[in-house]
């Protein structure tokens, strides 16, 4: 049978009980006018015996089917993509294989579970077929299923923001800017590194590609386009919800990125992980502590670097040149400074003595020249 992703437990709290009532009511006057559930699905990943199925369940006007809606939605001002009303408690139907279950949406509209497969799956991609049941006709989308079986040694994970695409998250007035009101399809890519990602994948065909953001479900189309449009390697997105939680009126970004890793790091025991993300937010802090903890499944960590305007307008001590961070400390988790005199090209050990290198540059053909160092990184080697 399936199961729900777990997650921590949550108690009620007046922020959702709002939301809740706010979308109870704005979904019945959108029912009054015609609209209907309809299906959004997201890429879900898995083993060949198990899956996790990714989906949402929004209300939506009747109007003839678009062949490309992700394109549609990359041409759209950033704020249209958090003008949608969720359909909570609608059945769903999920069919893996020959394996058929039934689930219901969540307050949010969210499907999130995780389904056994009758027959193992091979490695790659594959699709389950997800059908809403409440509606005057039953709706279908296919969810795609990166599968990664135990041949699969080499992973990525990958921050979105500031790291594949510019967003200058640090600043938050320009970041606002360009998350609400900017067209979609203006996304600058971070210099160098699609060039990186694709050197990458064909140093190790087989590797699986993960983005990891804070950012949330409602951007999907868009970050699916703009990483297409790029040719970024294609890989499921792993978002997080927008607005308050069971919980709070706000939920942690780094508590979804720690949650996030481990589940990956527990279906997946087999790969190694390059994870890679700036040094605007946390991702310094949270990179570094799972290699000191897990250096037999953290490959490398690497960082782009900010600039020191940018590191002071995120609350940071700015770092100093481009250097790889090489050292411990109080200062360690926020940004990557230069240590022990690293130079460019070179990768220096991990914090904390941590076996696991980190290399640090403020572009992708930077960070590149710093991975080659670094063995079976951008070669095919596997070193133990």
Sequence with gaps: MATPTPHASQRPHLAAAIEDRLYAAAGWALARAGWRPRLETYAGYGTPDRVRVLARVVLSPQRPGTPNRDALRAGRRGFRHFLTVPAPERRVRIQVGSRTTTVTSDR??????????DEPLSDGWHTALVTCLDGPEPGEADAPL????????????????????????????????????????ARRAVPGMPELYRSIQRAHPDAAFFYLSTGAWNTAGTLRAFLSRHAYPSGPLLLTDWGPTLTGWFRSGQ???????????????????????????????????????????????????????????????????????????????????????????????GPGGSPVPTVAGPDGDELGRRLATVPGVLDDADPS
Aim: proline content about 5%; charged content about 20%.
């Design 146 to 185: 990166r599968v990664l079986d135990e041949s699969t040694r080499f992973g990525v994970v990958s921050d979105i923001d500031d790291t594949t695409m510019v967003t200058a998250v640090p600043r938050p007035l320009l970041a606002a800017w360009n998350t609400f009101v900017r067209h979609s399809s």
């Design 255 to 349: 508590a979804h990125k720690r949650a996030s890793l481990d589940q990956l790091m527990s279906w997946f025991p087999h790969v190694r992980w390059v994870l890679i993300g700036d040094d605007g937010q946390h991702d310094v802090e949270i990179y570094q502590d799972y290699a000191r903890r897990r250096p037999d499944r953290v490959r490398v960590v690497a960082i782009r670097q900010l600039t020191g305007g940018q590191q002071v307008l995120a609350g940071n001590a700015p770092h100093v040149g481009n250097g790889s961070h090489g050292g411990s400390g109080p200062d360690a988790g926020n940004g990557v400074r230069a240590g022990n005199g690293a130079s460019a090209g070179t990768a220096t050990a």
């Design 108 to 117: 949010a509209g969210y499907v999130d579970v995780e389904l056994p497969t």
